[in-house]
């Protein structure tokens, strides 16, 4: 057999010119994928526009203008009602006073306990529930006193995103824009024999990725609604910050709902509420996840994440161990994003006798 | 000023590149902007002569829709003898009613340029376009029944 040595050159300079391309553009990445997140959310919209005889570029623009009046308005009407409230909510867990096992025992559910410890004490000779309680509390508030250092830590990082954020609607313009013609670009890579198997490929990750993200956007939305609403009805300060983090930590299964009920507790905790509304707090929450869980996920999400609950928790631990929140948050869809895309290409592969 | 209004106008306007979906029968009756909407939806794949095109069994994805060449199709529904399809028409449509699968193979017999479209977007387009829709399904049952009387008149000659 003869080797076409001009076709193996070809294909030897091909891989490099990629490598370097990738290499070159390896800064870049991360606000591609950021704006292909954000294009699969907003590519319902400019197609609908669009199916309205508006010119793809016209829509992308009219929902761009539309998005920051949007914005505008959040901004002027939420915005410092939401500083307002992180003001107090980092107060409340920040301050040096606070942050302290003395000032806790003068809560005073804190120091009913306390008290019941001492009594027990008195009964009990050399138990000592009082100085075992105190140093509980003394850890308790070495662990949240790191919280405010962790969020005053990151706001740096999100302030250089400032610049991230700019460039992610900019990328997305094209990508809306143009996106029948990248379409079209990526096909046209394949071969004939490949095409049909690139188009299924391509199908499955846009229904898979596309109704995932747009989902989960919805599901953020209607937490963070019924969240505040149903804090501000039981009385817990800063409701509209509380709801908002709590539809942010929804999309973590299993850790993000229990984040946004603790930070309630701990708000009316701090804030040295009675016993009686940490309670009403926590079952506002819980309410809140009952109709998520019942409700909002079942119609919204549905089965867009079809995986074992058990693999669901082992992902999102693998997740936390690896790289923190923000892989919590992308480890499920991305092993099952992995896991569809495996699984199609190998049914397809065997039926057009690839493999 | 002139110039700037014209400047925009071609920019609403986009090429008339669609138009070239005019000549299968199945598009022929949509309007302009239902062509365009179609159209950006279409591949162009280049087939060289002998090149295979699919095979029997294969799952379908993709309608072909011949532009120029002609392709030959081999066993179709169970058939012995070959067909040869060209210009202005379709490969796909009927098995994508039936079964999902490709019903027969199909070669192209000389260099040839097809317009491909997904299944999934065409269903896509006929669902979210309903009166383009009912267009394109009266043209595909019109080429159905014709299709059903060829075969019905080949058995009867066969039976003579």
Same mark, same amino acid.
């Given at each position: ?355 | ?25 199945? !598009?022929?009756?949509?309007? +302009?902007?239902? %062509?365009?909407? $179609? /159209?950006?939806? #279409? ?6 002569? &002998? ?13 072909? !829709?011949?532009?120029?060449? +002609?392709?030959? %199709?081999?066993? $179709? /529904?169970?058939? #012995? ?6 210009? &202005? ?24 340029? $097809? ?46």
């Amino acid at each position: 057999m003869s080797i076409n040595w001009t076709k193996l050159i070809f294909n030897f300079l091909l891989i490099i010119v990629l490598i370097a391309g990738l290499i070159f553009y390896r800064w870049v990445f991360s606000y591609m994928l950021a704006a292909i997140v954000f294009t699969y959310i907003l590519d319902p919209t400019v197609t609908w526009l669009e199916s309205k005889r508006l010119p793809r570029w016209f829509a992308v623009l009219i929902l761009y203008l539309s998005i920051i009046g949007i914005l505008v308005w959040f901004t002027s009407r939420l915005i410092p009602e939401l500083i307002a409230q992180g003001n107090s909510l980092l107060t409340i867990l920040g301050h040096e006073g606070a942050m302290s096992a003395d000032y806790l025992i003068q809560i005073p559910f804190i120091n009913s306990i306390f008290e019941y410890a001492g009594n027990l004490d008195a009964q009990i000779p050399g138990l000592g529930a009082a100085t075992r309680f105190t140093e509980i509390l003394d850890n308790a508030v070495e662990f949240i006193a790191r919280l405010p250092k962790f969020l005053l830590d990151n706001y740096s990082s999100i302030i250089s995103a400032v610049s991230f954020i700019g460039m992610v609607p900019l990328i997305s313009f094209f990508l809306l824009k143009d996106k029948h013609k990248i379409r079209k670009s990526l096909l046209g890579l394949s071969s004939n024999r490949y095409f049909e198997l690139a188009i299924i490929l391509l199908g499955k990750i846009d229904s898979t990725v596309g109704t995932y993200l747009r989902a989960m956007l919805f599901e953020v939305i209607a937490v963070s609604i019924m969240a505040s609403t149903a804090l501000s009805i039981v009385g817990v300060s800063n409701p509209v910050l509380i709801g908002i983090s709590a539809g942010v930590a929804n999309i973590i299964p299993y850790f993000g709902p229990f984040f946004g009920g603790a930070l309630a507790v701990l708000t009316v905790f701090f804030e040295g509420g009675a016993f009686l509304n940490m309670l009403y707090a926590a079952l506002a929450m819980w309410l809140v996840q009952v109709i998520d869980n019942n409700i909002v996920y079942p119609v919204v999400v549905g089965t867009t994440i079809n995986m074992h609950p058990l693999l669901v928790l082992l992902t999102v631990l693998a997740g936390g161990w690896y790289g923190g929140i923000f892989w919590m948050l992308v480890s499920v869809p991305l092993v099952y994003l992995i896991y569809s895309l495996v699984s199609v290409l190998y049914v397809n592969l065997k039926e057009y006798r690839i493999i | 000023m002139q110039r700037f209004f014209t400047w925009l106008k071609g920019r609403f306007k986009s090429s008339r590149k669609y138009l070239v979906l005019k000549q299968y029968s199945l !598009f022929a009756d949509l309007s +302009d902007f239902e %062509l365009y909407l $179609l /159209y950006e939806l #279409t591949h162009t794949r280049c087939f060289e002569a &002998g090149e295979l095109i699919y095979e029997e069994g294969y799952p379908l994805e993709v309608i072909y !829709f011949v532009h120029s060449g +002609d392709i030959k %199709l081999k066993g $179709l /529904y169970g058939s #012995t003898t070959d067909k040869q399809v060209g210009p &202005g028409e379709y490969l796909g449509i009927f098995d994508m009613y039936h079964g999902k699968k490709r019903s027969s193979t199909a070669i192209a017999q000389s260099d040839a340029s $097809l317009h491909a479209i997904s299944r999934t977007d065409m269903i896509s387009f006929i669902e979210s376009r309903p009166r383009a829709g009912v267009k394109i399904l009266s043209s595909i049952a019109s080429d159905f029944c014709r299709f059903v009387f060829e075969v019905a008149k080949d058995n009867e000659h066969k039976l003579d």
